[in-house]
């Protein structure tokens, strides 16, 4: 009878060392021409490739299996598989008694099947292909498995992409104390790779390491040191080892890449807050108390957005020229960063300039403005109100004014509010070419006028009308001196718009 075990390689040793007249499969003179020929399949093929025989599911396998095996071979040829895995048995087991019941192969892809090998029993993913094997008569004699080993692709790409998801959530946020709550809650989802996860005082061991590994009870701790960038270097990242991974140095410097990414987004946030902080300093630098008047009280308010940075365009200014006039400006421009804080600062400055030298009317003063913008290549587009107040005859306030795209004012008496409806021109820095048009107003000594930038009345998901009709209704209800309106208008907007907001309210004394 030929050799049946000729071509077994590196395992001809192993094969020879076995009695199997003493295994379920018996003497290898009687084995069935379907096994004998399923065990020629396997020891002439480069895959790994073992066969479960029997309703024993007897391993009979080629060289290229002994690496699932590990330091179970040799001893596991030609012993049922419920005692070779045991660990994995209900898996495993399941899987043959379905081929063998059914008839009918089965393929699954990245199956995770923990198995002890080198004396650890870890994480171990397949992709099986395991198909019936038949006998003479027709009935399954046993099954044969086409195992591929997935461990490495699975666990790399899933840290791959919890690092990515790490990034993703960190990278929105805007605050340092935001974090960590948001860092923990994506590793406390990860629960193929770590056990727990939480922020410690850093021990005295650390010294400058990358991580200090520690061991109780059976319970494995990885200490990762957080830098500078929480304010407290004294702070560790402290993750549970996954019971079922080895403490190696891929693992080991997985943790470390996901304690880099936290402290990077800490170092991220922290610098983007000192620069917001800064930016906002010089942008309320630039927003100064209104002149004193003996005919008028002016109040205004600045409040930065709170969904996005803490600088943006908005702008209020109110000054007195020359010939006493008082001159109010309020302003937009599109952004809310330290870019559209430095241009607000650009346009603030060129209208007192240009206002200040007595050119002309709001309409020239906004022309003017336009101009400036083009020739000295400003780059940015802005919404911008300019008034002209002077005491009136009857007590009042005589206003002239123009708007450059700007949302209308809102004047406010005794019968009410309304806005003061208008066309309004271009916005700056599109044309500077635009006709810009001057209205009259007169303000009655009991009235008084409400300029604002657009952050006070734009909402998602809210018609603009509406939320002018809003704006109408509660300054009309106000009844309050200017510096109460404007307190009130914030409360009412729930100091958390989404847009920064400047306020500037005129009233007659």
Known sequence: MPDLFARAGSLRSAYDAVDWAATPLGPVDDWSP?????VDLTLNTGFPITLLWGPEAVLVYNEAYVDVLAEKHPWALGRPAREVFAEAWDYVGGLHRQVMGDDEAVYIENALVPLVRYGFLGQAYYTFAYSPVHGADGAVEGVIDIVTETTAQVIVGRRLRLLTRLGDVLVSADRAEDVLPHALQVLAEATDDLAWAEVREAPSAFHNRDYVLEETAGDRVAWLPL????????????????PLLPADTDYLGFLSLLASTIDQAIDRVRTREAERSLSEALQRSLLTAPPASAWADVAVRYQPAAEAAQVGGDWYDAFTLPDGTLTLVVGDVAGHDESAAAAMGQLRS??????YTGLGTPAAVLSALDSAMAGLAVGTVATALVAQ???????????????????PPVL??????????????????LDPAAVRTDHELAITPDATLLLYTDGLVERRGVPITDSLEWLRTVVGAAGRNADELCEHLLDSVGRVAGDDVALLVLRGR
């Open 34 to 38: 379907a096994l004998r020929a399923a």
């Open 227 to 242: 830098g500078s960038g929480l304010g407290a270097p004294g702070s560790a990242l402290v993750i549970g080892l996954h």
């Open 350 to 355: 060129l209208v007192r300039g240009i206002a």
């Open 389 to 407: 107040a002077r005491p009136a005859a009857d007590g009042g306030i005589a206003l002239t004014w123009a708007s450059a795209g700007h949302p």
């Open 412 to 429: 406010s008496d005794v019968d009410g509010a309304v806005l003061v409806e208008h066309v309004p021109d271009l916005l700056l820095g």
